[in-house]
């Protein structure tokens, strides 16, 4: 697993928290110095099946700044994805990428049904 995350932000602390209390291993990856290139963020959005403003941090100071919510409808994917991969204050985070699945932001139920569920299913494969 592929854990993206930023020190200061209180919702990476909780999923980064979650994630050791449920004995995960992963690869932590700080997204201020190594934000994610072009070619894995349009990899993980193909994958995810989110739409491609699932990937902005809407909330941010520099998506307001940058008046994206206005601006984005009319930029094509490869003009956001360009945008994401230049400036990692942009991108929605967490991001937790495994094999199969690909999770925006921390949302606890979505995770525990995503990784929870696959890890019990692994489990009762392998008996």
Same mark, same amino acid.
Not at 97 to 114: C, H, M
């Given at each position: ?15 980064? #928290?979650? $994630? ?21 963020? #349009? ?36 003009? =956001? *994805?360009? $945008? $994401? ?9 967490? *991001? ?11 949302? =606890? ?5 995503? *990784? *929870? ?11």
């Amino acid at each position: 697993m592929l854990f993206i995350q930023y020190d200061k932000c209180t919702t990476c602390q909780r999923a980064k #928290k979650w $994630l050791d209390n449920h004995a995960f291993s992963y690869t932590d990856r700080p997204i201020k110095e190594n934000n994610p290139t072009y070619e894995e963020l #349009k990899a993980w959005y193909e994958r995810s099946g989110w739409p491609l403003k699932r990937f902005f941090n809407t909330s941010g100071r520099l998506y307001k700044e940058l008046g994206l919510k206005e601006r984005l409808p009319s930029m094509s994917e490869e003009e =956001q *994805l360009q $945008l $994401l991969s230049e400036n990692g204050m942009l991108v929605k985070r967490p *991001l937790l990428i495994t094999d199969t699945v690909v999770l925006v932001g921390f949302q =606890q139920p979505a995770w525990e049904a995503a *990784l *929870l569920t696959a890890d019990t299913e692994e489990q009762q494969t392998d008996e």
